[in-house]
């Protein structure tokens, strides 16, 4: 069995799998990390790897207690993966978004890919038919976006995500949901028709943690999955192994 455990930057996201099975999810903060990564470990017994990908501002160090039980890997750029990466600035690409795009490259063999991530912030990750990484784009997450307009400004309240009643906020708070939520919707489908006008035919990959409040309100088809990036992280791992 494998630990997969993606620290992002609003909260870590776990999951235990048995092949390509997922077993079961974890979601929990970062001060949580030690207990609940013993708690899993203690029922999941048969676990022989802890496979780490951090974007957020957790260590390796965090994980060094659980190497004297079980083999721990920190992804990083060194590792190995199934895609040429012809990003300009490769050391500077976010190891959660090499890790989306291995698992697209993996699960979606002979097709274009474009890779949502919908967290702390948006992200757009392209591999195309030949299995080059292209790239993407990085934007502000829907969190993100209440808070900043919070944050900013002298008179704007920090609200909670909701669903817009209409287009036309006729409230400060409905003018923030409609900006928000709206504004991201268009964004994603506004990128997806961009990236239509470019490649006929891709595949689209939604995940992350707005990814069901986001999926019903896309115009797009998208095959939407949160677990995505765990699953990619135990694709990306057992790819490591591999071709080692
Ligand atoms: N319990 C929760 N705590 C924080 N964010 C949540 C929660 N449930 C859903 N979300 C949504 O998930 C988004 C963060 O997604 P996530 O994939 O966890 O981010 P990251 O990988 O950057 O840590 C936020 O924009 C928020 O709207
Ligand atoms: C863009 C990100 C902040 C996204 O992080 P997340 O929303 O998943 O927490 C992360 O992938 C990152 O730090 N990237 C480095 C810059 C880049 O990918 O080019
Ligand atoms: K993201």
Do not use: W
């Amino acid at each position: 069995m494998i630990l997969t455990v993606d620290v992002g930057n609003s909260r870590i996201k776990a999951a235990v799998f048995e092949g390509d099975i997922l077993l079961e999810p974890f979601v929990f903060k970062k001060e949580e990390l030690q207990k609940n990564i013993q708690n899993i470990l203690k029922n999941f017994t048969n676990t022989t790897h802890l496979v780490v990908a951090s974007v957020g501002n957790v260590e390796k160090q965090a994980f060094l207690e659980f190497e004297k039980d079980i083999a721990v890997h920190f992804v990083s750029h060194g590792d190995q993966f199934p895609f040429a990466n012809e990003y300009e600035t490769p050391l500077t690409l976010g190891i959660d978004r090499m890790v989306l795009a291995a698992g697209a490259t993996l699960q979606f063999p002979g097709k274009n890919r474009l890779v949502i991530d919908a967290g702390t912030c948006v992200t757009f990750d392209f591999i195309n038919v030949s299995n080059e990484y292209l790239g993407g784009a990085i934007t502000p997450g829907l969190q993100l976006r209440y808070k900043s307009l919070h944050d900013f400004t002298a008179n704007l309240p920090l609200l909670a995500l909701e669903s817009p009643k209409n287009i036309i906020g006729n409230s400060t708070a409905e003018s923030i949901h409609s900006g928000v939520v709206n504004g991201l919707v268009y964004e994603i489908d506004g990128f997806i028709d961009e990236y239509r006008a470019l490649y006929s035919n891709f595949i689209i990959i939604l995940t992350g943690g707005d990814t069901d409040f986001l999926a019903k309100r896309l115009k797009n088809t998208i095959f939407a999955n949160s677990n995505f990036l765990l699953e990619s992280l135990n694709q990306t791992f057992q790819y490591k192994i591999k071709n080692d």
